[in-house]
């Protein structure tokens, strides 16, 4: 008998870590986007620790029928730009290049920037189609390390405008725009009939740009103007903010609840009335904003980055200048339950009329499945 005959998946995913963060919610969105039928395969690197199964990635995706696979990716980490950290990189690219060639799938997705150095090595397996899929907002040094392997893709999606903004001229010509959706939550508690003070939510990992210094500094000079719910933990790597330290120091630390890792974000957000995203680098899009607009939650973020093409300030939210101390604390003192509940409503229709997630299938769809038949030209695969 003639042994089955293998059948490359028709799509894989390269991701970067397999927790529930932003990038890695949008992973489980474009797996859902895809048309019924279709055989999607998502590799996960296994260079950082394994986090807990209820926010791990890999589990919802299983729970939703997708093959995973946990390999030694090379993934770009800024702990890696070391003469020891690129000699592993070089080590990872060759076990990949190798399983490429192997599998051979029919397209190969680089969910972030970080995952870049599979579309190469795609290339070189001769792997018919290379996605990028960019959820960063690249400072000059990353274009120098990220645009070489970047120009292996065919096409490219950014999330935001400010992502397109920061790429190399010769890579935003084949570069799509396809702003983040969210799914439809299983309730929406409007806030309408909530009394005494206004609960305050802030959930990111604690990177030192993202804020939380600049927002613990603010909800002092405002007085502490209600209750503050702090979500999240440290990076794996990277520059870390104590936020413990910093509540402590405060002058009512009573009014700061410092939550911590939570499996499910939505059942925090329904207990808030505004979502603060307050970083002090441009967000590339700021995913906790519109999980607050679906929740009917208006935002108070920095006017920076992706946060601008997504908070109308005085209609579903309000913005402030990123690391004005001052001015977010004149903002938070200022917000009464009666401008939130109204902003909370106009929230939810913003929602409802931008970031979907039938909106986002529609449009990723578009731009990613329609290339499969028109890849256009090919650019030659870079060389070191």
């Known amino acids: 008998m003639a042994a089955a005959r293998y059948a490359p998946p028709d799509l894989v995913l390269v991701h970067t870590s397999d927790e529930l963060y932003g990038a890695d919610r949008m992973v489980l969105e474009m797996v859902a986007a895809l048309d019924p039928g279709t ?4 590799w996960l690197p296994t260079d950082l620790a394994h986090p807990p199964s209820d926010r791990s990635l890999c ?26 950290g690129l000699l592993g990189l070089l080590g990872r690219s060759a076990g990949l290049l190798v399983e490429l060639a192997r599998v051979r799938p029919c397209t190969v997705y680089c969910t972030t920037s970080a995952a870049l150095l599979a579309a190469p090595l795609a290339r070189l397996a001769r792997v018919p189609r290379v996605v990028g899929h960019f959820q960063e907002i690249w400072t000059a040094a990353d274009a120098a390390v990220l645009g070489r392997p ?15 903004a920061a790429l190399p001229p010769a890579l ?38 993202k804020g939380h210094a600049t927002l613990l500094a603010a909800w002092d000079a405002a007085g502490c103007p209600g209750r503050l719910l702090v979500l999240g933990g440290p990076p794996p790597s990277g520059d870390v903010t104590d936020v413990e330290t910093l509540v402590a120091g405060l002058t009512d630390p009573g009014s700061v609840e ?10 925090w957000v329904e207990t808030a009335d505004v979502v603060l995203v307050p970083s002090d680098a441009p967000e590339p899009f700021g995913l906790v904003a519109i999980e607050a607009f679906a929740r009917a939650r208006p935002v108070v973020a920095s006017a920076a980055g992706g946060l601008l093409d997504i908070v109308t300030t005085g209609t579903d939210g309000w913005l402030f200048p990123p690391r004005d101390v001052a001015a977010l604390a004149d903002l938070l003192a200022s917000l ?11 929230a939810r229709q913003t929602y409802l009329h931008r970031f979907t997630t039938a909106r986002f ?24």
């Open 39 to 42: 055989d999607v395969e998502v």
């Open 59 to 84: 589990t919802v995706l299983r729970q939703r029928g997708i093959t995973v696979r946990h390999l030694d990716l090379p993934i770009m980490r800024r702990a890696y730009r070391t003469p020891r």
């Open 150 to 164: 970047a120009r292996a893709c065919h096409t490219m999606v950014a999330i935001s405008g400010a992502v397109t």
């Open 172 to 209: 935003r010509g084949r570069t799509v725009v396809v702003p983040n959706g969210t799914p439809e939550p299983p309730r929406v508690v409007p806030l309408e009939g909530r009394t005494g003070p206004l609960t305050f939510v802030v959930a990111s990992r604690w990177n030192g740009w």
């Open 258 to 267: 410092v939550v911590g890792e939570v499996a499910d974000l939505g059942g």
């Open 336 to 346: 009464t339950r009666d401008r939130v509940t109204a902003a909370g409503a106009a």
């Open 361 to 384: 299938a529609e449009h990723w769809r578009r731009a990613v499945l329609a290339a499969a038949d028109h890849p256009g030209p090919r650019s030659p695969v870079p060389t070191a």
